[in-house]
């Protein structure tokens, strides 16, 4: 059973960075693409980032260009760099496992706020 444990979110101003990191066990992490969602108030989780275990990453169009994920499979760790960011990034954001079909593999963990002043 898949399990994670994301951190690094907080309060930032428009226009800064934040470096979320999501540590997973339960599985044989560098087998599994890994993925980053997030889910504003009143919204639907959305899947923002991907990263397939052969380091292949893929972007929503919300993030391209200034969101960045990234794996380290040694340390059972994948990131997301965000940079640029605006009020609309505002959000929990959560990550997992994911299938070929981009679906969720395990439970949610608690997620990491971010939240994004203007």
């Known amino acids: 059973q898949v399990q994670v444990s994301e951190s690094g979110g907080g309060l930032v101003q428009a226009g800064g960075s934040l470096r979320l990191s999501c540590v997973v066990s339960?599985?044989?992490?560098?087998?599994?693409?890994m993925g980053w969602y997030r889910q504003a108030p009143g919204k639907q989780r959305e899947l923002v980032a991907v990263?397939?275990?052969?380091?292949?990453?893929n972007y929503a169009d919300s993030v391209k260009g200034r969101f960045s994920i990234s794996r380290d499979n040694a340390k059972n760790t994948v990131y997301l760099q965000m940079n640029s960011l605006n009020s609309e990034d505002t959000a929990v954001y959560y990550c997992?496992?994911?299938?070929?079909?981009?679906?969720?593999?395990?439970?949610w963990g608690q997620g990491t706020q971010v939240t994004v002043s203007s």
């Open positions: 990263i397939t275990n052969g380091g292949r990453t």
């Open positions: 997992n496992a994911i299938n070929p079909a981009l679906q969720p593999l395990g439970s």
């Open positions: 339960g599985i044989i992490f560098r087998f599994n693409a």
